[in-house]
């Protein structure tokens, strides 16, 4: 066996040497992020005789083949393109009225096992924020729905029916008083003529709905803050952009987005220091590229701290996914710090708990939204810190 794997190692080895002399005419080692496809391209190892027997070693050599062909984010976009004239959307994602974009949910099988999942995710989420709580802090939970669930009238014939409502309805009944919770889904339903609160060709709420959940957080922090100022959507200017989304960037582009409103380019003034994962960081708070992660907080980290010159502001702990980029950036101007996490790109084995009990944030801000399942009990467990324990 181990004489066969040997063989088909110089086999493989030898074709990619060969097809690589050919290959460097249509190849290069010099692409690194494919906007196309979202992920980092493979680069080329440096050739070394001694590992041409590692699969590892090879394998690497013929990704950065296929990753580094020239012309391939157009071929890509081809493929894309075809597959989505056939019926075919790349990962579930499917074209709604006025070229909206969906994602759809995982719809689960048993729905009795479901409601067990949503009873055990809340009672989670009450042990943790009772311990939260005893430290003499307010722990607040926002739930922001999927988007085919607040956007039903843009949905196509064929697309699922959700629970999610049902699902929103079950959780928060199962939640304590430790608990302030937020309902994005009601906030976005209570005032749809001011609507759509999502970017056409992706999954997180655009500037409208961010707006509405951040001035539910201030009603609640005003109570305490009642000096705090509450801005609107009219101490703002927006520019308005194409946004690259990522549905869109998944399935090829092959939607041409109408302009939205995205890029900030005059706020409340703010005067701050920012550290990303313990390091000075420059990364602006509003940024001025066409997509979710470099137009808020640019991009997702592990670990973020902003203190400001608002001495007399609320201090905030946000733990969440990428949906609190947006409302991190409009929160800043009101308080005298903030602190962030994401778990995703944490490795550590301090929870949630720990972090608020080391910090002085008043507010503990809980957002563990997807855009696939609207209360996952995995997602709740990582962004509260409990995934290694």
Known sequence: MKLRIKIEAVFVALVLLFCGGLG???????????????RNYTQFPQLDWKSLFDMKYLKQLETAFTDQIQYREQFVHQYYSLMHSCGLSYLKHVVGKEDQL???????????????????????VN????????????????????????MEEYLPWYYPISHEAEE???FREHLSDDVVFINAYELFLQNQEEGPFYYQTDHHANFDGAMLVYHDLIKIVSNHYPAIPKYTKADYTLALRRMDGTYNRTIGRIIIPDEEPLNVVSSPSLSYQRWDMDKES???IFGDQNTYSSAYMGGDFGHTLIKTTQNDGPSFLISGLSFTNILEALVLPVCRSMESLDYRYLNVEETLYDYAAACDAEYVVFVPSTSTVSIGLSYIRQQLGLAVK
Do not use: C
């Open 24 to 38: 460097m005419l249509t190849a290069d080692n010099h692409k690194k992020w494919s906007e196309m496809e979202w």
């Open 102 to 124: 969906f994602g759809v949910p995982l719809i689960p099988d048993d729905l009795e096992k479901r409601k067990s999942e949503l009873i055990a995710a809340a009672e989670l």
């Open 127 to 150: 042990e943790e924020a009772a311990k939260i709580a005893a430290l003499g802090k307010t722990f607040i939970y926002i739930h922001f729905p999927r988007k085919d669930t607040v």
């Open 168 to 170: 929103i309805a079950l």
């Open 282 to 284: 420059d990364q602006p």
